[in-house]
């Protein structure tokens, strides 16, 4: 049996580290916001040629300086996408279409709209408070489940520390996009919020199963035996399947993450980051700091 609870010091310091350059990193150089959030222009488009796919259209638009990262997505039926950008006045509107119609001659530009950075800020605002939801009901739900265990820690620590390794998740998963944002351009909007609230369910059910083996070992072994020995055997009891589905769903998220199209990458980038790291947290900091916890409670 592995003694990864009496090594809690060293993963302590270890997720230390990689929170204080996340945060280090957003402090420094922020979040590059995508036009969902600071507005832009929307396009729809219909091709003729079907060799000219999203892959192409994105890099059509990043080659030719009309803007970094557009966000390109299939419409109503496969020949039809829609492409967001950021803002262009008439004139680069009007050498876009040319440059897409060197590419399919019988592209056919069926709408064209702004989207206004008020709506964007609004959309920023939805955002946020649907994050903020997420972690409330997460902490509520943990609290009302574990209420029968609450002797050694109450229950809603077991909520508490939940939430805190969610944060732990996310401020890493912010941390690489502010790095990419500087070096590499890379802009967030609504499918980066989809992948944060992708990660917040994915580490959450993980950190749970582990708590729930807790839970059961601590009905066990009543109220009198050694919490820290207990947390220990349960997290080796969950260890072999917590790595092995992670494993499964990052194989799946690599493969899309290489064979997919432009316009995916970084939403896959990060799951992968934020599933990875999520996996690290319900074994290593989640059950770690319970132990923490039972030892201030208990000395107070």
Known sequence: MLNIIQKRNWWFAFSGILVAASVVALLLWGLKPSIDFTGGNLLEVKVSNPEVNQTVLYNTIKDNGFDNNPVIQTSSTEDRYLIRLKSIDEVAHQELLTKLMEKDSGIEELRYEFIGSVIGQELKSKAFYAIILVIVAIILYVA???????????????GFIAVVALLHDILVVLGLFAIL????????????????????????????????????????????GDFEETVNLSVNETLARSINTSLTTLIVLFMVFFLGGATLKFFILALIVGIAIGTYSSIFLAATLLVQTQKWFAKR
């Open 144 to 158: 009302w489940a574990f209420r029968k265990v609450s002797y050694q820690v109450s229950s809603w620590s077991y």
């Open 181 to 224: 944002g500087n070096f590499m351009q890379v802009e967030v909007g609504l499918p980066f919020v989809a992948a944060l609230l992708t990660i917040l369910g994915y580490s959450v059910n993980d950190t749970i199963v582990v708590f729930d083996r807790i839970r059961e070992n601590l009905h066990k072994k009543g109220k009198h």
